[in-house]
T-cell receptor, first 115, second 110 residues
Framework: GAVVSQHPSRVICKSGTSVKIECRSL??????MFWYRQFPKQSLMLMAT?????????EQGVEKDKFLINHASLTLSTLTVTSAHPEDSSFYIC???????????FGPGTRLTVT | GEDVEQSLFLSVREGDSSVINCTYT??????LYWYKQEPGAGLQLLTY?????DMKQDQRLTVLLNKKDKHLSLRIADTQTGDSAIYFC??????????FGTGTRLTVIP
């Protein structure tokens, strides 16, 4: 099946710094990538949807200036958490799909801890 | 908006069958999915069912869909300790995004 990777798998950073998380589709071209956030013992919350070459669409309540998403190629999307704070600590999961007719494939997630 | 509900916890003995239930509100759903999440990991697609189907079986997994009641279930036969995980149902309408349920934590007791 299709493989989606995320890097890093775990990151600890200090409050006020920025962190970049990469999401790559390894064996297919992803026209659309999704970024989710998951709090402990909770479901996934969609943060934003990005289509290659265009600006991301953010869900209500998600600050686009804080969570910068770049989908510069058909195999790579990045999420940058700017000026991170402890409340941004969470598990971030990306997913990717070839087209709307195809399945979404999920990455293994990135655990962000802000101290 | 869409609402997808699941019971939070389920415990079964090894070798028994597990049945995880899900209810949803969006009658326009075209696909319904079951995902498995192991601790500290992403989501693994287990199976899915198209909305015009009633049942789908894939080895130990059986999905039942009652479209009238908007009820979806996942049955795992001969449950093993490796099946312990969180199981999410999700629904999608057409080209729209996935909406996830709250997740059911399955614990398999040896």
């Amino acid at each position: 099946g299709a493989v989606v990777s995320q890097h890093p798998s775990r990151v600890i950073c200090k409050s006020g710094t920025s962190v970049k998380i990469e999401c790559r589709s390894l064996d297919f071209q992803a026209t659309t990538m999704f970024w989710y956030r998951q709090f402990p013992k909770q479901s996934l919350m969609l943060m934003a949807t990005s289509n290659e070459g265009s600006k991301a669409t953010y869900e209500q309540g998600v600050e686009k200036d804080k969570f910068l998403i770049n989908h510069a190629s058909l195999t790579l999307s990045t999420l940058t958490v700017t000026s991170a704070h402890p409340e941004d600590s969470s598990f971030y999961i990306c997913s990717a799909r070839f087209s709307s007719q195809y399945e979404q494939y999920f990455g293994p997630g990135t655990r962000l801890t802000v101290t | 908006g869409e609402d997808v509900e699941q019971s939070l916890f389920l415990s079964v003995r090894e070798g028994d069958s597990s049945v995880i239930n899900c209810t949803y509100t969006d009658s326009s759903s075209t696909y319904l999915y079951w995902y498995k999440q192991e601790p500290g990991a992403g989501l693994q697609l287990l199976t899915y069912i198209f909305s015009n189907m009633d049942m789908k079986q894939d080895q130990r997994l059986t999905v039942l869909l009652n479209k009238k009641d908007k009820h979806l279930s996942l049955r795992i036969a001969d449950t093993q300790t490796g099946d312990s995980a969180i199981y999410f149902c999700a629904e999608k309408e057409g080209a729209n995004n996935l909406f996830f349920g709250t997740g059911t934590r399955l614990t398999v007791i040896p």
